[in-house]
DNA sequence: GAAATTTCCGAACATCATGTTCCGGATCGT
DNA sequence: ACGATCCGGAACATGATGTTCGGAAATTTC
């Protein structure tokens, strides 16, 4: 009981239909019976599956979390076994995965589609440094903002990444990235919105 | 010609009554009968003005982003008035702000309703940033991306505050938002997601 | 391989929010 | 006071969502 090839054939079918969606328009506009036709898949088996299109959105990207899970297991061991080495970085790692499917820049960038796709995504990202980072002992830097902020600021360079500099190489990008998280900006760069005293 | 009285206190009347039902609940979740209830405007009036919800949520913004902008010059030409004073850092000042109206908290949280608000109100932000912050000589760090950057941080660290710790006071905020902007974050806590040569 | 489950399809239906149209009456500027 | 403009309210078209149900098809089980 519970696996009857018929569900998963039905789920993966609806799973790949809408990431497939998501790469061509926003995923607000896209309507539940695109994915249907799409996936060729009956409207009451559909909600027979998941509650409603956001449902479906989330437990698409639960397949997402595994693979970056193991993605970044792979980059870390890989990391420690052979030091020296070049591409030991799981943040360029990531830059560089993001550049080899470009097609999701839709589903990122801004104005009403991306809101609920990079909420979800943050939420995966977020999962996977809170597995992987140590504690801190910083009494004014919690570890859960720690956190926040990181994958904001990944965020952050990302989408300027893909919206204004698309030319930027993944190495570019994560020079900039590190640049922010480990030394942040030049004080004269923030004058006069923050004074240092 | 232009001002006609009735207009004007057409559209006030929507933009208030959209601002007070953000207070209340989710932007996405409210709907344009629920906006014209608590304005008491007719249905074809509306769309005699506004093109759509969003539109109108645009146009409440630009009074927001007027009020911004003086209160920012406000403080930074205090702070030139008189050094050594305690309340001229815009950057304390804007959480100070949002102190005061923590009620907008459900606009800002996440999930699905929040998307939409946080864009239209980074967008605000990043506009009286490009207005005050000076170039920066750094190609490795364009201005957009800093610019970018300092909102983001902003809004995470507003995030943090608002949704996992309430108590936190906006000088203390106020205080890990300068820190994580100026000296980001020590390298001993981003190991081994940033590993650092 | 046949019986017994479980799932799928498809069409119809109810519901709800959006946006448009129209006109009598109210309100405004001058 | 008068002409121009705006408002209200109801009616309507549209389009997406989610539900229901009975027969057909696939799958598991034995």
Request: charged fraction near 30%; hydrophobic fraction near 45%; charge should be neutral.
């Amino acid at each position: 009981m519970g696996i009857d090839r018929r569900v998963v054939r039905t789920r993966t079918a609806l799973y790949e239909a809408l990431l497939s969606l998501i790469r061509r328009k926003h995923y607000e506009l896209i309507t539940v019976e695109e994915i249907l036709a799409e996936a060729n898949i009956g409207r009451s088996t559909f909600y027979a599956h998941f509650t409603s299109k956001d449902d479906l959105l989330k437990r698409s990207l639960e397949r997402l979390r595994d693979l970056l899970v193991t993605a970044k297991d792979r980059t870390i061991s890989a990391a420690l076994r052979q030091e020296g080495e070049q591409a030991w970085d799981p943040s360029r790692a990531l830059f560089e995965h993001v550049a080899e499917h470009a097609d999701i820049r839709s589903a990122l960038t801004g104005g009403r589609g991306g809101g609920i796709v990079r909420d979800a995504i943050d939420d995966v990202l977020a999962e996977v440094l809170r597995q992987s980072l140590p504690a801190t002992m910083d009494a004014t830097l919690p570890r859960d903002l720690v956190i926040r902020h990181m994958v904001s600021t990944f965020n952050a360079v990302l989408r300027w990444w893909l919206e204004v500099r698309p030319e930027t190489t993944p190495r570019e990008a994560d020079a900039a990235f590190r640049k922010l998280v480990l030394h942040g900006v030049p004080p004269e760069a923030c004058r006069p919105f923050i004074m240092t005293a």
